[in-house]
């Protein structure tokens, strides 16, 4: 009987522990603060709070870093959106990454952008589809 007890223990010793601290931050998202097309939020959550890191760059180097000091589990940070070209990036808080992510620069010349909500009573709204 102390055979397979033993052999049990020495299996769950053996095992990676499993440290929610570290977990990787799944849930990134990209907004705006402003009108402003030169500035972008990059807004997470994470398990634990912490400081708040954005590390980017054009290339995977991410060679560039913005940083909010804070203890918070909702992250928001404002970095410059280049002109052109894509963006790699990595969140941090503490000792929890994201994965790298990446997007790309607005187009230049016009941008057309569409916001729909809810509308209750369903009013027709053929005028503004038509610069879909």
């Not at 709070?49 to 060679?63: E, F, H, I, K």
């Amino acid at each position: 009987m102390c055979g397979t007890l033993c052999a049990l223990a020495i299996l769950l010793a053996a095992l990676p522990s499993v440290n929610p601290a570290s977990a990787p931050i799944e849930r990134v998202w990209l907004t705006h603060r402003t009108n402003d097309p030169r500035a972008l939020v990059v807004n997470w959550e994470s398990a634990k709070p912490g400081a708040s890191v954005v590390r980017y760059g054009r290339t995977r180097n991410l060679d560039r870093t913005a940083r909010v000091d804070g203890h918070a589990i909702h992250q928001h940070v404002e970095i410059p959106l280049p002109r052109r070209g894509n963006t790699n990036y990595r969140v941090e808080t503490g000792d929890q990454r994201s994965p790298l992510g990446s997007f790309q620069a607005y187009p230049e010349g016009e941008l057309c952008v569409a916001v729909v909500g809810v509308w209750q009573g369903k009013p027709n709204r053929d005028a503004e589809l038509q610069y879909a």
